[in-house]
């Protein structure tokens, strides 16, 4: 295990289909974010889990948004009737023990919606 | 609102010179910690340097240092002797006493041979 690993690394997907990413984080790390990234901008958090627990999500995470962590393991977020405003890098992070120590971060899967 | 501010979309700095990156924030938190991540061209996002708001001490990592002003909710990030590796966008990202980083808009460096 050498980092936190996401797939697919890229996903084109027509509008109204539903998409689902998956996040390994390291092993050992309990807590696990996802965050946006658009172009241009910095990653805006989306939601985070302590081991299989959702603990918080944000406002930009709307009903066509879910996210789960089965097991306090790897973590998938689906996407459901994907709209154009979506596209965009979603990127996984893992830590042990939260916000006051290093966040990990995967490479980002990569959202077009056409 | 907490908000995180970085001033200069763009720099570039002459090899084996160095740089200061800019963050100003608003907070109404008093213990916090802060980070700076480098996001590498297609490459993840990896931890350049952290301080803790409670020390007074700036963070130091070989190259990479930080001006923590507390009072003015100042943490930019200098960077000597840079090198090409150095070229990325550059992310101001504090935690303010929760579990998620606020994350800046980023400062895009490059490093000029």
């Known amino acids: 295990d050498t980092g936190v690993s996401q797939n697919p690394r890229h996903k084109i997907t027509k509008r109204g289909q539903n998409v689902t990413f998956r996040c390994d984080p390291i092993?050992?790390?309990?807590?696990l974010y996802w965050y946006r990234q658009t172009l241009g901008q910095g990653p805006e958090f989306l939601t985070y889990f302590q081991n299989e627990a959702q603990l918080e999500k944000s406002r930009l995470l709307s009903d066509r948004f879910s996210a789960e962590r089965p097991k306090g393991s790897f973590s998938t977020l689906e996407i459901q009737r994907t709209e154009q405003g979506d596209s965009a890098m979603y990127l996984c992070?893992?830590?042990?023990?939260?916000?006051?120590?290093?966040?990990?971060f995967g490479q980002g899967t990569r959202l077009t919606v056409v | 609102a907490q908000t995180v501010t970085q001033s200069q979309p763009e720099m570039s700095v002459q090899e084996a010179e160095t740089v200061t990156l800019s963050c100003t924030y608003d907070?109404?938190?008093?213990?916090?910690?802060l980070f700076w991540y480098k996001q590498p061209p297609s490459r993840q996002m990896i931890l350049v340097i952290r301080q803790e708001a409670y020390k007074q001490q700036n963070a130091t990592e070989n190259r990479f240092s930080v001006n923590f002003q507390k009072a003015a909710k100042s943490f930019s990030l200098k960077i000597s002797d840079s090198q090409l590796g150095d070229a990325a966008m550059y992310f101001c990202?504090?935690?303010?006493?929760?579990?998620?980083?606020?994350f800046g808009t980023g400062t895009r460096l490059t490093i000029i041979p």
């Open positions: 907070t109404s938190e008093s213990d916090y910690y």
């Open positions: 992070a893992s830590s042990l023990y939260g916000g006051v120590t290093e966040a990990f």
């Open positions: 990202a504090p935690n303010f006493g929760n579990e998620k980083l606020t």
């Open positions: 092993s050992e790390h309990n807590r």
